[in-house]
């Protein structure tokens, strides 16, 4: 018999029909691919990892309440408001700004005019970018704020994070790129208290484009979560990390040789070859020989977590583990300045008193705590707060956007900028390091930082143990999580 079996001619249409499935499915799976990563992926205008500029000046940018005073040792600060007027002054092309809170004009609160002036004023400049050809993006978690409805009206690219969906926390990154050359990352937020009532500390690096190009791709990551409910699982090449703990940036900083990376959380946020925030913390404190000074909001390793639909809260151990070994096996010298204010957590005072148990008998084992506060304020419990978050030790820095609190670390968004010292800079003058130094130096000096566990004025203790008290019945299970 000639010819083909009929069984032949449908088995190759099979074929044939497997085949174009096949095609069809690897074409939809690219154009997903292609989609996911090219439409996204925005021009890094030719600056590139090779030719980036790594010769920088970077400057500490404080806002101190008026009516706090602290002695400044002759050493100038510069105020926040002038660290990001000058950026914006720079600005030519681009200006990336991520910030949890956007509230520059106090709509709500009856304030002396000189408070409000300097949000006012900043809002003010942000809209006029645009008049000068300067495009301004904002990434912000999911807000009803009126001052983003205004800017992303008339003048700004606006890209909404639904942290919800995400990973049940906040953005609480703040940090700004201009022109991908100048940085500022610090405690500060677009918050008309951040220009005036509260006491914040950041860094602006300029003339730095192979770290802006580095926070740019952590902006793209944000930029790129717009309106998604789900992390993708496949990212264009645009934002892998450039640097990290193990391949840092090797820079001048303002004429001195050094070496700085970038850090994200949560985990979910860090794109390939990022570096976590607990593990340049883990590095910073792991590496420090004679001191750590570390000056947060909160200290507390506690997290929260959901376990079956129930809220469950667990110790949290990394930070706390680190800074044990520290101070115990190898004497680094050790000092936690922390707020005491409105949300101080209640057991914050029983963490502390742990840690400061541990130099009990030892020699060579220092480790101090204390709790800085201002006067009660009725109006707004925010202000005359210390809202900054890093830590300096005898040769490198960590400067993040958490407090250091465990869930913060686990569901919220911030970047971490650690910057370290090469050996031997020691006799050319004043580094960044010996300025932020001296900040912590004067805040843990004043009148402010006070030995809380120690006193013994009874009365003191007696209204911190009410206090406390009422904090345990008023205070909403999940307040301490929330954002400011
Ligand atoms: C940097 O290098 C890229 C590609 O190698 C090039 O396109 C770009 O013009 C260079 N930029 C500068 C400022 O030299
Ligand atoms: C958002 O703000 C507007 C007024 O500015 C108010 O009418 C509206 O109810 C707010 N929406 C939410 C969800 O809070
Ligand atoms: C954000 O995510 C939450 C949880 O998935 C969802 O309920 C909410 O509608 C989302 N909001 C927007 C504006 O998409
Ligand atoms: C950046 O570098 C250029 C060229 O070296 C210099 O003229 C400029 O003043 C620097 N900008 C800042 C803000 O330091
Ligand atoms: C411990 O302290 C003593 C006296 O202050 C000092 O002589 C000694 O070198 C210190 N040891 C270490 C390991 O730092």
């Known amino acids: 018999m000639a010819g083909p079996t009929p069984q032949e001619p449908v088995k190759t249409q099979q074929k044939c029909i497997a085949m174009l499935a096949l095609f ?236 700085a990376y970038l850090s994200t959380s949560p985990e979910l946020f860090c794109s390939k070859d990022r570096t976590r925030d607990l593990d340049a913390i883990y590095q910073v404190i792991q590496s420090a020989k004679t001191f750590i000074f570390i000056s947060v909001t909160d200290y507390l390793p506690l997290v929260k977590r959901s376990f079956r639909g129930t809220s469950v809260t667990r110790y949290w151990s990394p930070i706390d583990e680190l800074i044990r070994e520290a101070v115990v096996l190898r004497g680094v010298k050790v000092r936690l300045l922390i707020s005491f204010w409105k949300k101080t957590h209640p057991l914050t005072f029983n963490f502390v008193t742990s840690l400061k148990s541990l130099c009990m008998q030892l020699h060579n084992c220092s480790l101090e705590v204390r709790f800085f506060s201002h006067k009660e304020q009725k109006e707004d419990f925010q202000l005359g707060l210390n809202h900054n978050k890093y830590m300096v030790t005898d040769n490198a820095v960590y400067l993040g956007n958490h407090d250091w609190v465990g869930s913060d670390f686990a569901i919220n968004a911030g970047v971490g900028l650690v910057v370290r010292m090469k050996d031997g800079t020691k006799d050319r003058g004043a580094t960044i390091l010996e300025h932020i130094k001296a900040s912590f130096e004067r805040d843990w000096r004043s009148r402010y930082a006070k030995n809380l566990q120690k006193s013994k004025d009874q009365q003191g203790k007696y209204r911190l143990l009410q206090w406390s008290k009422n904090h345990w019945e008023t205070k909403e299970e999940n307040e301490w999580n929330n954002p400011l």
């Open 24 to 259: 069809c499915c690897s074409a939809v799976l690219m154009v997903l691919i292609f989609s996911s990563v090219d439409i996204w992926g925005d021009s890094e205008d030719g600056i590139t990892e090779e030719n980036c500029s790594r010769d920088c000046r970077i400057v500490v940018v404080e806002n101190i309440p008026d009516d706090l005073s602290l002695r400044m040792d002759g050493r100038h600060h510069i105020p926040l408001s002038v660290g990001l007027h000058t950026l914006l002054e720079q600005a030519k092309l681009s200006v990336e700004v991520v910030s949890s809170v956007w509230d520059l004009n106090a709509w709500d609160v009856e304030l002396a005019p000189s408070t409000a002036a300097q949000g006012q004023l900043l809002f003010q400049r942000l809209l006029r970018l645009k008049s000068r050809g300067v495009k301004l993006k904002i990434a912000s978690s999911l807000t009803n704020s009126s001052e983003l409805k205004a800017l992303a009206a008339d003048s700004a690219q606006v890209h909404f994070v639904n942290m919800t969906a995400l990973t049940k926390g906040g953005l609480h990154s703040s940090f700004w790129i201009v022109d991908r050359t100048h940085i500022y990352i610090g405690s500060a937020e677009m918050d008309w208290r951040s220009l005036s009532k509260r006491k914040e500390l950041g860094v602006v690096v300029y003339n730095c484009s192979c770290l802006a190009l580095d926070l740019h791709r952590v902006f793209s990551f944000y930029w790129q979560l717009h309106d998604k409910d789900y992390i993708p699982s496949i990212w264009s090449k645009r934002v892998t990390a450039l640097y990290g703990k193990h391949e840092a940036l090797e820079l001048q900083l303002n004429a001195t040789p050094a070496t």
